[in-house]
T-cell receptor, first 111, second 116 residues
Framework: TQLLEQSPQFLSIQEGENLTVYCNSS?????LQWYRQEPGEGPVLLVT?????EVKKLKRLTFQFGDARKDSSLHITAAQPGDTGLYLC???????????FGGGTRLMVKP | EAQVTQNPRYLITVTGKKLTVTCSQN?????MSWYRQDPGLGLRQIYY???????DKGDVPEGYKVSRKEKRNFPLILESPSPNQTSLYFC???????????????FGAGSRLTVL
């Protein structure tokens, strides 16, 4: 059982559609990060959320950290083929060493 | 260019033949870590190092060794690889403490290992 559960695992949509990816846990995290990974590359950080209830926007991407700091969501508006990739959430339980990753959501946006 | 470099990028080997995957970073980061990525399981931490000569086990350390003799290098050693170590491996680094207090990692491009 994963500490961080991501859903859905796979998502295939048409260009222009909206989507939301969820990252849920029963544990409290001091911060939560979202990464995007393309084939043949390592994950690249998109955003870090630190405060419960925090909302951050990155162009068409909106990230939210749950009030209790146990969950997060990533919403993409008007998805484009360039958004295709593996999206990973990762939670830190303190400012120390361990990041726990979710299983990932593989997104495909078809033109 | 600031980066984490892993080698080799691809390797096919046989059970029991010792191998080393190298990792080097040019950002003067204190913290380095190794992860393995398997379908549906995300990234699981193998070992990490807070600084030179300081290493600790992550979630899945069995069958692996690491060393941190220099700040820039953090090799991953498989003394006797087995087929269940077939995976995609990532090295990552970060400063000891980022300005935001969060653990912002810079990842290498990955090393795909197949053990027959």
């Amino acid at each position: 059982t994963q500490l961080l559960e991501q859903s859905p695992q796979f998502l295939s949509i048409q260009e222009g559609e909206n989507l939301t990816v969820y990252c849920n846990s029963s544990s409290v995290f001091s911060s939560l990060q979202w990464y995007r990974q393309e084939p043949g590359e390592g994950p690249v950080l998109l955003v870090t959320v630190v405060t419960g209830g925090e909302v951050k926007k990155l162009k068409r991407l909106t990230f939210q950290f749950g009030d209790a700091r146990k969950d997060s969501s990533l919403h993409i508006t008007a998805a484009q083929p360039g958004d295709t990739g593996l999206y990973l959430c990762a939670g830190a339980r303190n400012a120390g060493n361990m990041l726990t990753f979710g299983g990932g959501t593989r997104l495909m946006v078809k033109p | 260019e600031a980066q984490v470099t892993q080698n080799p990028r691809y390797l096919i080997t046989v059970t029991g033949k010792k191998l080393t995957v190298t990792c080097s970073q040019n950002m003067n980061h204190e913290y380095m870590s190794w992860y393995r990525q398997d379908p549906g399981l995300g990234l699981r931490q193998i070992y990490y190092s807070m600084n030179v000569e300081v290493t600790d086990k992550g979630d899945v350390p069995e069958g692996y060794k690491v060393s941190r003799k220099e700040k820039r290098n953090f090799p991953l050693i498989l003394e006797s690889p087995s087929p269940n170590q077939t995976s995609l491996y990532f090295c990552a680094s970060r400063p000891r403490q980022s300005t935001s207090g969060a653990n912002v990692l810079t990842f290498g491009a990955g090393s795909r290992l197949t053990v027959l």
